[in-house]
């Protein structure tokens, strides 16, 4: 991580300063000493899910919901 002491250095430096951005580290930019702003990477947010997009793709077997005999005794569930 790089800190810059002041906006001023930050301004006259911005182009080594993104690309350290660029390399993978954060900047600090301070003012007074204190910390005020950070420069880091910017990451496309990822698309949105859409509901339905599989839609007529995917096929569910009519037993899916039925367990195998022995699979049901061992849970102690009853069979139809």
Known sequence: MIVVNSVTEAKSNLSALIEKVIEGQDVIISRSRKPVAI???????????????????????DDFDDLPADIAAAFGAMQK
């Open 39 to 61: 420069l880091s990477a910017y990451h496309k947010p990822q698309a949105k899910r859409k509901p339905g997009a599989l839609r007529g793709r995917i096929r569910i077997a």
